[in-house]
């Protein structure tokens, strides 16, 4: 049987009815396979929409407790803010809210001096954070091993924070922190390296303005001028 083509040479559109056709053919032939995919296709959406429904009510359940927390944290009531962030986190874990949640527990911790705990907390988090939360979480990571005098770890945390920020700004105000983390550990070496990317590509006038100083300070002002 000969093919029709189109005037401008090309087969005409009839795969599509074909395919139709065969399908409908197996499925008169194969009924119990029809069925079970016919059951698996329905538990299969039953279970789609199951889960959208339940994250959903996940999220908001868990948007009302931070806003709780929230103002735990504003009224300086760290223990209770604590408290409350911690069991946020426990039981919507996965949620966008539970993400946020565990950034302000880190913050309650260094409120609190409790710097190990932060550092416990965003050890934990920070490489499996969204995007938009990994950066801080990493920026906060450093803070909490400077305060707890291990500038090396502070460094090499804010490295990582530089290299996950979203704007050039923070970018370049990492870049700074590992900069003078590396002065404190002693690695003048590594300390120059970030100053000198923050005046290579910096477009912050005040963040390469300061990295210069810096430079100029670790090398005597050989590189300032």
Known sequence: MATSVTAAGRPAATATPNLANRLVQWAKGHRQATAYLGIIVAVGAVLFVWNLWTTRTAERAAGVRIEQARLAVDSKNFRLAASELSQLVANYSGTHAAQEA?????????????????????????????????????GLLGAAYENAAHPKEAAEAYERAAEQARFPFLRWQFLSDAGRAWVAAGDTARALAAYRTIVAGGDSIGAAMEAKVRIGELTRGVESR
């Open 102 to 138: 565990t950034i302000l527990l880190a913050q309650v911790h260094l409120a609190q001096g409790q710097n190990q705990l932060a550092i416990e907390v965003l050890k934990r988090f920070a490489p499996d954070a969204d995007r938009a939360y990994r950066a801080q979480a990493y």
